[in-house]
């Protein structure tokens, strides 16, 4: 499997239930960040949770992240039908030279039903 | 909606065109990416450019050409694609050093036929 494989692939919820998706990875990181991205669209930066963190919270987001076990999760709180999107995960580590470079999986598409 | 816009927002060529995809960023960002975005499939890196030195190219076919003029603007010229490279193309900028968060513009949706 891929560095920051998301599980599920596919999620549909209610409104205002919570939504968990969950990233798995490989190798040893600098962080881990989330991204959001509607359909067709550019992705947008949700959430960095450092490699000496475990969890972090944002607004209606919570993301954990465990290294012993090479996992993250994402919590969305009271979904709402706008939290309709593909979630990625992205693991980070700087390269030798310069640059950041970021690995994404494959992602989660989530669907909030009204 | 971002400080990172792309033009155009949509294209359409023949397999023996040649065409241009531009990417500006108004973030004062150091490092431009190329990204490639196919249906059912992870985004895949194609170039890194830091400090307008291009540091990284993935394997990339030699008919993307990327070209990085500046700190604020990225090109990918594009020569002689084939179906295959039909994909959503995105452009992200960084600050080295800065937390590595990147900021994506809205992509080219590009279509070989």
């Not at chain 1, 881990?32 to 959430?47: A, D, E, M, P, T």
């Not at chain 2, 023949?14 to 004062?28: F, R």
């Amino acid at each position: 499997s891929q560095q920051g494989e998301e599980d599920p692939q596919a999620l549909s919820i209610q409104e205002g239930e919570n939504a968990t998706m969950n990233c798995s990875y490989k190798t040893s990181i600098n962080n881990l960040q989330w991204y959001r991205q509607n359909s067709g669209r550019g992705l947008v930066h949700l959430i960095l949770i450092r490699s000496n963190e475990r969890e972090k919270h944002s607004g209606r987001l919570r993301v954990t992240l465990d290294t012993s076990k090479k996992s993250s999760s994402l919590l969305i709180t009271a979904s709402r039908a706008a939290d309709t999107a593909s979630y990625f995960c992205a693991t980070a580590g700087v390269s030798e030279t310069s640059g950041s470079r970021l690995t994404f999986g494959e992602g989660t598409q989530l669907t909030v039903n009204p | 909606e971002t400080g990172v816009t792309q033009t155009p927002r949509h294209l359409v060529m023949g397999m023996t065109n040649k065409k241009s995809l531009k990417c500006e960023q108004h973030l004062g960002h150091n490092a431009m990416y190329w990204y490639k975005q196919s249906a059912k499939k992870p985004l895949e890196l194609m170039f890194v450019y830091s400090l307008e030195e291009r540091v990284e190219n993935n394997s990339v076919p030699s008919r993307f050409s990327p070209e990085c003029p500046n700190s604020s603007h990225l090109f990918l010229h594009l020569h002689t694609l084939q179906p295959e490279d039909s994909a959503l193309y995105l452009c992200a900028s960084s600050q080295i050093g800065m937390g590595e968060t990147q900021y994506f513009g809205p992509g080219t949706r590009l279509l070989v036929l």
